[in-house]
């Protein structure tokens, strides 16, 4: 489940010789925070902090939760859940300097119509072993330059 924590210390303080604990605030505030409670254990929380804004929307009995960091370098977004799926009735765009896409366990990309794979630079695939198949139809392999083939033994309509 996700939680936020605020930590306050505590420090004995000498007044008149008697000891008695003395709240002092931590180094980093946790800011205002307003609360929305909804039904089924969930919640709307706005974090107010002095260089940026947490909006979140948590799912207290799954451990989900959707945050909308506001920063002055801009919007980060977070989303923490068993699943999650986007949709869009016209185009799906992402874009960013450096895009990771990491499956746990596998990856699947699927098109019910064509698909291109356009790079500026060298396009490369690793794997332990790799297989090309055209279900119906050719393969063509087009280059400006040489073509090669390097294997142990390289089988042609074997």
Do not use: Y
């Amino acid at each position: 489940m996700l939680q936020r924590c605020s930590i306050f210390f505590i420090k004995m303080a000498k007044t008149s010789g008697v000891r008695r604990k003395v709240a002092r605030s931590p180094k980093r505030s946790p800011g205002k925070v307003q609360r929305v409670h909804l039904a089924g254990d969930r919640q709307i929380q706005i974090v107010r902090r002095p260089t940026h804004e947490i909006v979140q929307i948590m799912d207290g009995a799954r451990g989900s939760a959707i945050s909308v960091r506001l920063t002055p370098d801009g919007i980060e977004l977070v989303i923490a859940g068993a699943s999650l799926t986007l949709r869009a009735d016209g185009s799906l765009n992402l874009e960013a300097e450096h895009l990771q896409l990491t499956g746990r366990s596998g990856v699947s990309v699927k098109s019910n119509g064509d698909a291109m794979i356009e790079v500026a630079g060298r396009l490369q695939t690793t794997a332990r072993s790799q297989a090309l198949v055209a279900t119906l139809g050719e393969v063509r392999v087009t280059a400006n330059d040489d073509v090669r083939l390097d294997g142990e033994r390289i089988l042609l309509n074997s």
